[in-house]
């Protein structure tokens, strides 16, 4: 994969800052070393986000996995390899952000000094605006305290600026999650003793929010006697932001043990969704909801709790849950239907309930063409959005397909290939669609769907680019997928 070098200084405390295989770049580090993608390594695409969500949620993004090397420049030689969970937003609202979770160091000397591997846990961002205007974030992850650095760079000159919003907290010592939910029944929801979170994603634009996603085993607890009445695995998404505000996001995956149930003190059944949202970093107040399947149905369920009293919003019509459903749609600039095939593997939750939530997963998928004959199958990415207001979203990331591949109509669509639908009801939505191509640009589209007709838009960014270069996580069944969460 060809590499584009930027040079900045990102000064000794901080040490430097990398580059995502998706936009790959190196950047210099204490003006002699360089962060770069290992040229033996590919990027393994695990995920796809669509439109942003509701902060401090975050989306837009595609994800992965890759080996990084520390580079010294004076030497040309690497002093250091790690991997790393990337996230890459291209060009959305006009800058291109590079995110980092580092996740396992496996050469060279772990500290912040130049030439240094960057400690498990640090985080590392860069957004470029374009001309001559970017900013790099790093929270570099140690034992006495995070090492955070804010650096702007201008066609003027670079500065850095303070930055106290330490979005590496808890990634290291693995206490992201390590706050239990507590419910209202006298229960809570904790992560199993000794055993960590398998962090398995991460998105966001630090230093404004960041997301991480993972997989938990949880147990409910009586908090009067402190003991264990049963045990779950959830996935699990951790947000915060700069104003300190803190969410997690539990959606049942697994029973283990206890007796399965919506009493208090039951194990949550399969399909239960939680999220507990700290404003403002308060961890007094905080707002409440969730969804338990019952045998006559969802019981959604939406409280504000605070030490005046609970309050209960009677939102009982909004389940976040609903975020599910993969739903089929037509591509108006060809008028070929895109149709969900099976059933969906869930891999990850994110969203901010009752504001909205999202699923990520992966999804088999069957192309027809007007007429509606079956042109072929591919296989994606999907993430489906729904929220408080009504409106909902669908994108995918194909992964594989069983057929002719390519940009013309009838062709099934290149791995690499985006698509994103916005349904924002009353018969108004977007549909974007970027087919990956390796003889030329990529084929870009989006428009816009109305009661009195559709419309053209000049999309400003290429979702897809890049991404044909990179392998794809593909499940081949459901047994593979549980073995690689847990």
Same mark, same amino acid.
């Given at each position: 994969?060809?590499?584009?070098?930027?040079?900045?200084?990102?000064?000794?405390?901080?040490?430097?800052?990398?580059?995502?295989?998706?936009?790959?770049?190196?950047?210099?580090?204490?003006?002699?070393?360089?962060?770069?993608?290992?040229?033996?390594?590919?990027?393994?695409?695990?995920?796809?986000?669509?439109?942003?969500? /509701?902060?401090?949620?975050?989306?837009?993004?595609?994800?992965?996995?890759?080996?990084?090397?520390?580079?010294?420049?004076?030497?040309?030689?690497?002093?250091?390899?790690?991997?790393?969970?990337?996230?890459?937003?291209?060009?959305?609202?006009?800058?291109?952000?590079?995110?980092?979770?580092?996740?396992? @160091?496996?050469?060279?000397?772990?500290?912040?000094?130049?030439?240094? /591997?960057?400690?498990?846990?640090?985080?590392?961002?860069?957004?470029?605006? *374009?001309?001559?205007?970017?900013?790099?974030?790093?929270?570099?992850?140690?034992?006495?305290?995070?090492?955070?650095?804010?650096?702007?760079?201008?066609?003027?000159?670079?500065? +850095?600026?303070?930055?106290?919003?330490?979005?590496?907290?808890?990634?290291?010592?693995? #206490?992201? %999650?390590?706050?239990?939910?507590?419910?209202?029944?006298?229960?809570?929801?904790?992560?199993?003793?000794?055993?960590?979170?398998?962090? #398995?994603?991460?998105?966001?634009?630090?230093?404004?929010?960041?997301? $991480?996603?993972?997989?938990?085993?949880?147990?409910?607890?009586?908090?009067?006697?402190?003991?264990?009445?049963?045990?779950?695995?959830?996935?699990?998404?951790?947000?915060?932001?700069?104003?300190?505000?803190?969410?997690?996001?539990?959606?049942?995956?697994? %029973?283990?043990?206890?007796?399965?149930?919506?009493?208090?003190?039951?194990?949550?059944?399969?399909?239960?969704?939680?999220?507990?949202?700290?404003?403002?970093?308060?961890?007094?107040?905080?707002?409440?909801?969730?969804?338990?399947?019952?045998?006559?149905?969802?019981? $959604?369920?939406?409280?504000?709790?605070?030490?005046?009293? @609970?309050?209960?919003?009677?939102?009982?019509?909004?389940?976040?849950?609903?975020?599910?459903? $993969?739903?089929?749609?037509?591509?108006?600039?060809?008028?070929?239907?895109?149709?969900?095939?099976? +059933?969906?593997?869930?891999?990850?939750?994110?969203?901010?309930?009752?504001?909205?939530?999202?699923?990520?997963?992966?999804?088999?998928?069957?192309?027809?063409?007007?007429?509606?004959?079956?042109?072929?199958?591919?296989?994606?990415?999907?993430?489906?959005?729904?929220?408080?207001?009504?409106?909902?979203?669908?994108?995918?990331?194909?992964?594989?397909?069983?057929?002719?591949?390519?940009?013309?109509?009838?062709?099934?669509?290149?791995?690499?290939?985006?698509?994103?639908?916005?349904?924002?009801?009353?018969?108004?939505?977007?549909?974007?669609?970027?087919?990956?191509? #390796?003889?030329?640009?990529?084929?870009? +589209?989006?428009?816009?769907?109305?009661?009195? *007709?559709?419309?053209?838009?000049?999309?400003?960014?290429?979702?897809?680019?890049?991404?044909?270069?990179?392998?794809?996580?593909?499940?081949?069944?459901?047994?593979?997928? $549980?073995?690689?969460?847990?």
């Amino acid at each position: 994969m060809a590499r584009r070098c930027i040079t900045h200084c990102l000064g000794a405390a901080a040490g430097g800052l990398l580059g995502v295989a998706l936009l790959p770049v190196a950047v210099a580090f204490a003006d002699s070393y360089e962060m770069i993608p290992d040229p033996s390594s590919t990027e393994e695409i695990t995920g796809f986000f669509g439109v942003p969500a /509701t902060p401090p949620a975050v989306a837009g993004s595609i994800q992965g996995q890759q080996v990084f090397e520390v580079f010294d420049t004076t030497t040309d030689k690497t002093v250091g390899t790690f991997d790393a969970d990337e996230s890459t937003q291209p060009s959305l609202f006009g800058a291109a952000h590079e995110l980092l979770l580092v996740t396992n @160091d496996l050469s060279g000397a772990v500290g912040t000094a130049g030439g240094d /591997t960057p400690p498990v846990g640090s985080v590392i961002d860069i957004a470029n605006y *374009g001309h001559g205007y970017e900013t790099i974030y790093s929270a570099l992850a140690l034992s006495t305290g995070d090492v955070i650095t804010f650096t702007l760079t201008t066609p003027s000159g670079t500065e +850095s600026t303070p930055a106290h919003y330490d979005v590496a907290a808890g990634l290291a010592d693995n #206490t992201l %999650d390590d706050q239990p939910a507590v419910l209202t029944d006298g229960y809570e929801l904790a992560p199993a003793t000794g055993v960590t979170e398998n962090i #398995t994603s991460v998105t966001g634009v630090p230093p404004a929010d960041i997301a $991480v996603e993972g997989n938990q085993l949880f147990d409910v607890y009586n908090a009067a006697s402190d003991q264990a009445t049963g045990s779950f695995y959830g996935e699990v998404a951790n947000t915060s932001d700069v104003l300190r505000n803190y969410t997690e996001e539990i959606f049942v995956t697994q %029973d283990v043990s206890g007796t399965v149930g919506a009493a208090a003190g039951d194990t949550p059944p399969v399909g239960s969704l939680y999220n507990v949202f700290y404003i403002f970093g308060d961890g007094s107040i905080y707002n409440l909801y969730s969804v338990t399947p019952t045998a006559s149905g969802n019981v $959604v369920s939406d409280v504000i709790v605070s030490p005046y009293g @609970d309050i209960t919003i009677p939102i009982s019509f909004y389940d976040a849950t609903g975020a599910m459903t $993969v739903n089929s749609f037509t591509v108006p600039t060809d008028d070929e239907t895109i149709v969900p095939v099976g +059933s969906e593997q869930i891999s990850g939750v994110n969203g901010v309930p009752p504001l909205d939530s999202s699923f990520q997963g992966y999804q088999e998928f069957e192309l027809d063409n007007a007429s509606g004959n079956t042109i072929g199958n591919f296989d994606a990415d999907v993430t489906t959005t729904n929220s408080f207001f009504g409106n909902s979203s669908e994108a995918l990331l194909v992964t594989a397909e069983s057929g002719t591949a390519g940009t013309a109509t009838g062709d099934l669509p290149p791995a690499g290939s985006v698509f994103d639908v916005n349904d924002n009801g009353f018969g108004y939505e977007t549909i974007y669609s970027d087919l990956a191509s #390796t003889t030329g640009a990529n084929v870009i +589209s989006e428009t816009f769907v109305t009661p009195f *007709g559709d419309f053209a838009i000049n999309p400003t960014f290429d979702l897809a680019a890049n991404a044909a270069d990179s392998t794809f996580f593909v499940p081949t069944s459901l047994a593979e997928l $549980v073995s690689s969460l847990f």
